[in-house]
């Protein structure tokens, strides 16, 4: 009998590689350092409700992923948004209308990974440190000293830098997965007891601390109260910013939001600090995926594609199909 593949990581790259592993009826395992699945897509659960503080939306424009997302939103899973957006720049806040086409995941972001991992089996909380070679097979060490294996093949489905440490075995992949630098982003969640005067929905910020911020409650299928909203800090105020405490992070990006959103600001009813320490690659590539293939060692991402979730999806299809046609 075959041994299983290991997938590390749940996020949308490692599932979509799982989806496709276990459809070709390879038994796969999956591993994953949180509490729950979805990665950067993960929403946080709060008293507020469920946050979307990583990825706010996506676009599909590959066939191959237009496809998809079809299918999942024909099944409920996400949602066209079509936000009353803004942009802001040189102190000017104005109406910015586009024709792009954007998707959520419904209720929540994390509903579509949530529904991808269907019932594969995963270990929650367990964070792997090391990926090491057996007589035959691979074994996985993780943060508590347990041992799990043996795997036919280890699929690694992090971000670049965590991934580069997972691939010492192979350390042409882990180098070329160390030349991926990623950038951090300060995210912060406000909510207000009545909702904000104003029409603003989601806006692209410049000139200005944040890069970016959306009002929950314009999103399919979210609750309407309180009026909670998502904001966004730059790459570079957050790389300047990488150790400031939560709560001075708080006043900063509430300060910032107070200037821009020309409207009243009561004090916030709850409010909550998160930062990504790696939220997006520096440099976009065009790997697909990293495979060595005799050895049995590949690893796929948003860093080996678009930075975006429709490039992590297209890495994690891309892994997968490296993986089955050396099988062939
Ligand atoms: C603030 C922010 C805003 C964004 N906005 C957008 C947007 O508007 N549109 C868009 O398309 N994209 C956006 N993105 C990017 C998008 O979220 C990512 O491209 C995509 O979710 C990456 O998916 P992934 O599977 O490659 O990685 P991840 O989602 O990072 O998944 C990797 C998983 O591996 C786990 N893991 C890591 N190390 C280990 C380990 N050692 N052991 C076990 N598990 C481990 C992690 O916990 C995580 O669950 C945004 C990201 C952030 C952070």
Known sequence: MTAPIAIIGTGIAGLSAAQVLHAAGHEVR??????????RMASKRSDVGALDLGAQYFTARDR????????????GWVAEWSPSLYHFSNGQLG???DEQVRWVGNPRMSAITRALLGALPVQFSCRITEVFRGERHWNLQDAEGQTHGPFSQVVIATPSPQASALLAAAPKLAGAAASVAMEPTWAVALAFASPLDTKVDACFVQDSPLDWLTRNRSKPGRDNAPDTWVLHASSSWSKQHLDMSKEAVLEELHGAFAELIGCALPAPVFSLAHRWLYARPASAHQWGALADADLGLYACGDWCLSGRVEGAWLSGQEVARKLLQHQQ
């Open 64 to 75: 191959r992923f237009v496809e998809v997302v079809q299918q999942w939103q024909a099944r």
């Open 30 to 39: 999956l591993f994953e350092k949180s509490r729950g699945s979805g990665g």
């Open 95 to 97: 109406a910015s209308p």
